[in-house]
């Protein structure tokens, strides 16, 4: 069974500024993905950022990159240079050879301008 | 870009009826799920299904839900006798890719259901 913990209900961050949202999974496959969604307040998913479990290398997708830690089941994203359209709600998410999304509680994240 | 769509975006109903969401799917995608997220909560996972038939399901997905794939385009959630608490957003996704997990999912708008 896969489970996803983010251990930060809310956050907040000044406009420009960067911001760390946490997140840590467990499971017991070797091969996985792990994924980053926003949902703004009109509650649509949108896909931030995808990580494979098998690269070592960190995911980069223009402001936003995350912090891979295969050994300690970590997967922070970071948001650079916050905008004002980056609050919103984002689910950590994790999925192994099933097909099954595993979402953790979400992190609210504040932007002040 | 293609989209998930999913209508209606507002279901009211009374309790013990019957609703039907629908969703459309990403055209060239094979996998489809449903999703439904209480307000205020975490969104959790119903049901996936790949080759006209079910893949997986949660433990909510119980007698009283089914779906359906009935003209190779639209991907139905059946509620059968509505409860209050099945009030709750539901997101239709969908995927490619002949590995599942190896694709990621594209959900549409979401569609609000309210049981009163």
């Known amino acids: 069974a896969q489970t996803v913990t983010q251990s930060q209900p809310e956050m907040s961050v000044q406009e420009a500024e960067t911001v760390t949202l946490s997140c840590t999974y467990d499971?017991?496959?070797?091969?996985?993905?792990l994924f980053w969604y926003k949902q703004p307040p009109s509650r649509q998913m949108i896909l931030v950022i995808r990580?494979?479990?098998?690269?070592?290398q960190n995911a980069t997708e223009n402001r936003f990159s995350v912090n891979f830690q295969k050994a300690a089941k970590s997967f922070s994203l970071k948001i650079s240079d916050s905008q004002l359209g980056d609050a919103a709600m984002y689910f950590c998410?994790?999925?192994?050879?099933?097909?099954?999304?595993?979402f953790g509680e979400g992190t609210q994240l504040t932007v002040n301008p | 870009e293609p989209e998930v769509t999913q209508t209606p975006s507002h279901q009211v109903t009374q309790m013990g009826q019957e609703v039907i969401l629908r969703c459309v799917p990403i055209?060239?995608?094979?996998?489809f799920y449903w999703y439904r997220q209480i307000l205020g909560q975490k969104v959790e996972f119903l049901v996936s299904?790949?080759?006209?038939?079910?893949?997986?399901k949660s433990e909510i997905f119980d007698d009283q839900f089914s779906v359906e794939r009935p003209d190779g385009s639209n991907f139905t959630l059946k509620i059968r006798s509505t409860k209050l608490e099945d009030s709750a957003m539901y997101f239709c996704?969908?995927?490619?890719?002949?590995?599942?997990?190896?694709?990621?999912?594209?959900f549409g708008n979401g569609t609000r259901l309210t049981v009163t």
């Open positions: 996704a969908s995927s490619g890719g002949s590995r599942s997990y190896n694709s990621p999912l594209h």
């Open positions: 299904f790949y080759n006209n038939e079910i893949s997986e």
């Open positions: 055209s060239n995608h094979l996998y």
């Open positions: 990580q494979e479990a098998y690269k070592q």
């Open positions: 998410a994790s999925r192994t050879s099933g097909s099954r999304l595993t």
């Open positions: 499971t017991s496959e070797s091969d996985y993905y």
